[in-house]
Structure formats: structure tokens, C-alpha cells
């Protein structure tokens, strides 16, 4: 039977498509970490207490990179080349999505408005990686080879998005709620987009790797297009919503330790 369960079991018992799966979500993690690098040290001077918060954001991202590159290595596996149609941190900033790039190389002080569009963009972002992340966790928290980093990329994941609520919530009260709520929409139209299109892109790459027949690669696109008829057509709603966490200050201490792989 086709599920989603067993599209990854197949994808992670081969060495060549596990080395791409966990290739692509290593790049994606050290984008982000140097991201949140870069936007810590612009912080504005309004929003220093804001930065501690940042870097710990950006060492998460970078010790998950860590793990992905770990569980490659304990396998034998060496990092691969990372297709550009499945690098989503990429094709978001190259559409627009968050802070450019080019922005955050040049040694200027980031506006409030640049830290409201940072926040936006990571609630919108963080939804897609908890919910990702809680689905390998439902499949695999117990499986000796990657439980132990489903667990803990999990748990950051959750934190990340408790931190993106609770600092979204704070600006919104100080007046920027009208652009926050903008700036969250449009992010979230954008992001669906990407997401499907990433999405196929890398299950193609999969099929080719695993030799999918054409029957089951149609239904995979399948369900990759309704899941996007879904978002586009009032889902995506749940990455906009603000709400106060249960975890609070969530990312008010030191980034963790990356677990040991033998």
C-alpha cells in the first residue's frame, strides 16, 4: 500500500536517494543558519535583546545541518550535490520571501520592519518544518538509525515556531499588527507555492534514483497537487494564525549539543 510512511521507509533504505534526502535538508539548515547569523549581528539597536534569541535560532539550524551531515557519514555516505529545483531556502529568497541575501552581506543595521518581515517569514517557514518534522517523528522517533535525530530536530522545530508566535505577538502589540498580518499572508501564498513545486521536484529525483513506475510517480504528484488545491484554497490560514505558546521564551538559552552518532 502507498502511503507516506512508506514512500520514506523506501526512500531512507537506499543509500543513493538517503544521501540526497538528507543532502538537500543539510543545505537548507545551513542556509538558514547563516541567515540568522547575519540578522543577529544587523539586529537594530531597539532590538539588541532580540539577538540572543537569533543566534540561537541560527546554531539550531546549523547543528541540525550537523546531524543530517552525521547520519550521512555513519551510513559511508558522502554529501551530494543539491539540484536547484529542490533547494527551497534558495527559490524562496530568490522569490522575494524574507530578507535578500545581498542585504544581509553588506555591514548595514536592519530596520524593525526588516526584523517584522524576518519573524513573518520564519512562522510561515517553521509551520512547514514542525509539521514535517512531527510526521518523520510519528514514523520514526523509535527507529535506531534516525530516531534520535527526528527527536531532537523535532523538539528545535516546535521551539522555533513557539519563539516566532510570542516575538510576532510582541511587535503586533507595539503597533506593526497591520503589516505583520501582510507581510504573514504574503509569505504564506508564496511558500505553498515553492513548497509544491520543491516538493515534485525532489520526489522526481527520488523516482529516477528508486525506479518508480510511472503509475506510482503520477499518484505521488497526485497528492502532491491536492495537498496544494488544500493550502491554496484556505489551508494555508494555519500559518498566518498568532497565537501565545505554551512554550514560552523558547529559545531564551543555549543552543543544545548535536547527538553522537557512532
Known amino acids: ?23 538537500i535538508a543539510a543545505s537548507g539548515e545551513s542556509q538558514g543558519g547563516w541567515e540568522n547569523a547575519r540578522i543577529a549581528a544587523l ?15 541560527g546554531a539550531d539550524e546549523d547543528k541540525h545541518g550537523r546531524i543530517f551531515n552525521a547520519l550521512m557519514k555513519k551510513r559511508g ?22 530578507l535578500a541575501h545581498e542585504h544581509l552581506k553588506r555591514d548595514e543595521r536592519l530596520t524593525v520592519q526588516d526584523i517584522v518581515t524576518y ?10 518544518a514542525s509539521e514535517q518534522m512531527d510526521l518523520l517523528r510519528k514514523y520514526f ?12 530536530i523535532s523538539h528545535d522545530e516546535d521551539n522555533h515556531l513557539a519563539y516566532c508566535h510570542e516575538e510576532l505577538l510582541r511587535f503586533a502589540h507595539a503597533g506593526h499588527g497591520r503589516a505583520i498580518q501582510r507581510t504573514l499572508r504574503e509569505c504564506a501564498l ?23 513506475s510511472r503509475a506510482k510517480s503520477a499518484v505521488l504528484a497526485a497528492g502532491i497537487h491536492a495537498m496544494y488545491a488544500y493550502e491554496r484554497l484556505g489551508g494555508w490560514r494555519r500559518m498566518v494564525s498568532l497565537r501565545m505558546p505554551e512554550r514560552r521564551d523558547a529559545l531564551g538559552g543555549p543552543a543544545s549539543a548535536a547527538p553522537e552518532f557512532a
Open 141 to 152: 522517533a523509535d527507529d535506531p538509525d534516525i530516531g534520535r535525530a527526528v527527536r531532537q
Open 77 to 98: 555516505l558522502d554529501p551530494v550535490p543539491v539540484p536547484p529545483e529542490t533547494d527551497y531556502t534558495m527559490l524562496l529568497e530568490k522569490n522575494g520571501i524574507g
Open 190 to 212: 508564496a511558500e505553498i507555492r515553492i513548497y509544491r513545486d520543491v516538493s515534485l521536484a525532489v520526489m522526481a529525483n527520488m523516482g529516477r534514483i528508486l525506479g518508480w
Open 1 to 23: 500500500m502507498l502511503s507516506a510512511k512508506s514512500v520514506f521507509q523506501e526512500i531512507l533504505a537506499n543509500d543513493e536517494s538517503f544521501a540526497l534526502f538528507c543532502s
Open 43 to 57: 539586529v537594530p539597536d531597539s532590538e539588541r535583546e532580540l539577538a540572543p534569541k537569533i543566534t540561537r535560532h
Open 119 to 128: 519573524l513573518s517569514h520564519s512562522r510561515v517557514t517553521e509551520q512547514r
